[in-house]
């Protein structure tokens, strides 16, 4: 999972580009990239956060009326500077891509276009994407030459994608995987008469630098925005939509808005759910404690709605980034340890009612769980606003190992008794459901029914790559 933003206009767009960065920050933390067109494509990318890889002497370089800013989060490729985004190829003309997802055809593809002309360089399957819509287009220019060039895409590259480009002196493309798997939020503003449209991942980036959102684009579809803000749109695969649940679950910030539902009232239904699951149990406890940041909306509903008091009694470190994204186990094992600071006088002596959005190995859950006992809480009750996640993900979420998921070889029980917390209540899948009231959600990682098929092969060979390249991070 990362993050994209693109902008174009007829005035510099590098200030909201860079901006907006910052506010995607939390959907990638190893790498980030921006590439902008002004008479030629200019790229800077490197390892590192936004505001430590881009000095304002770079920014300068950049600046143009067309620009596309990456964050990124790896799920393939292990190199966080080859595999930095975006990229560019120069034929059939200039072309800058930036992307956020992944294919679950990615090492087939990238065979098949190496044994043609070598062309695939990195690990990162955008690249991938890059050269299967290179290689569809004529050299003659027509926006009906870039639809059916994507729709090569669509046919070719399989799994959950949102696709950002800069066409050289055209404009810029923006399409969404068949099943719309990840998400693509589009903007607009005017300000003194001169208009831009913007493309993000979620809308967070565009409202805080003053868009207006005007919707999502869909599953399949295709928009290109030309030199004179000329907006062309076209359906070009027609499957049923299947919208990444953990979006709203973790992924997205709690002020982004995706496919019309907010991320904050998303996370206050999940809070709802599971005190109606709470109260089924019997069980008393003092005070309720959220996991910060994605668990405080959860939590607070939660204490609402069973009346009792709602405490920060973990402070966050706020210079220490997300633990769940980063990339490898070690890293997010000395995080937690510096992230999270007990308040005792908030959990001595309590019965706690922890809230988390999910458990997704445990260890961090494991490691929580005992600081809280350590400073002196008499019980802690673990709740997950996610129910278990059994299966792997290979549409972008950094989950490609059945065995590296608790809930996947464990039974509630085991896993209650394994983090050592004293009651384990996870929401059910229909209560995930009711609470984003989203018909067309992708639960794979919940349910093990993928939207896009995994071959079985693809699947243990990700798995396996997947690892190996964790191993080279610790």
């Known amino acids: 999972m990362c993050g994209i933003v693109g902008i174009i206009s007829k005035q510099d767009v590098l200030p909201d580009v860079f901006v907006g960065m910052l506010s995607l920050q939390h959907r990638g933390q190893d790498s980030a990239g921006i590439i902008s067109y002004n008479e030629k494509m200019n790229l800077i990318k490197d390892e590192g956060l936004v505001s430590s890889v881009f000095t304002e002497k770079e920014l300068e370089k950049l600046k143009a009326n067309i620009a596309i800013g990456h964050t990124r989060y790896p799920t393939v490729g292990s190199d966080f500077t080859i595999d930095a985004q975006p990229f560019m190829v120069s034929k059939p003309y200039e072309i800058g891509i930036a992307h956020n997802g992944n294919l679950v055809n990615y090492v087939e593809l990238r065979k098949e276009l190496n044994l043609k002309n070598n062309c695939v360089v990195s690990s990162c399957d955008v690249e991938v994407i890059l050269h299967v819509f290179a290689q569809a287009l004529p050299e003659e220019f027509s926006v009906e030459a870039l639809f059916e060039a994507v729709k090569k895409v669509f046919e070719k590259a399989k799994g959950g994608y949102s696709v950002l480009m800069i066409i050289k002196d055209k404009g810029m493309l923006a399409f969404r995987d068949p099943r719309a798997i990840r998400p693509l939020v589009v903007a607009e503003k005017t300000v003194d008469g001169v208009e831009s449209i913007a493309f993000s991942s979620e809308s967070l980036p565009l409202t805080t630098t003053g868009f207006k959102l005007i919707g999502n684009i869909e599953a399949g ?74 668990s405080r909306t959860a ?65 961090t859950s494991k490691k929580i769980v005992k600081l809280l006992k350590d400073h002196g809480a008499e019980k802690v009750y673990f709740l997950s606003t996610c129910p278990p996640i059994i299966s792997p993900c290979f549409y972008g979420i950094d989950m490609p190992s059945k065995a590296e998921l608790i809930a996947a070889r464990l039974s509630v029980e085991e896993i209650r008794k394994e983090i050592g917390a004293d009651y384990l209540l996870y929401n059910s899948v229909d209560a995930l459901k009711r609470a984003l009231g989203i018909k067309d959600l992708c639960l794979a990682c919940l349910t093990g029914k993928y939207p896009v098929s995994v071959p079985k092969e693809t699947e243990s060979e990700f798995e396996k790559k997947r690892i190996e390249e964790r191993k080279e991070h610790k």
């Open 221 to 294: 579809e295709a928009v290109f925005v030309n030199q004179n803000l000329e907006i062309t749109s076209k359906k070009l695969a027609k499957e049923n939509p299947a919208h990444c649940m953990f979006e709203w679950v973790y992924f997205s910030a709690a002020e982004s808005i995706l496919e019309n539902l907010e991320v904050y009232t998303a996370r206050i239904n999940l809070g709802r759910e599971l005190a109606d699951a709470w109260k089924k149990t019997g069980l008393k406890a003092d005070v309720v404690v959220p996991v910060p940041d994605t």
């Open 299 to 363: 939590g607070s509903r939660l204490a609402e709605e069973i009346d009792l008091p709602y405490r920060e009694g973990l402070i966050k470190n706020r210079y220490i980034g997300r633990t769940f994204i980063m990339a490898s186990q070690v890293k997010r094992e000395n995080s937690v340890r510096l992230k999270l600071n007990p308040v005792e006088s908030e959990i001595k002596g309590k019965r706690i009612l922890l809230v988390d959005d999910s458990i997704v190995r445990g260890t």
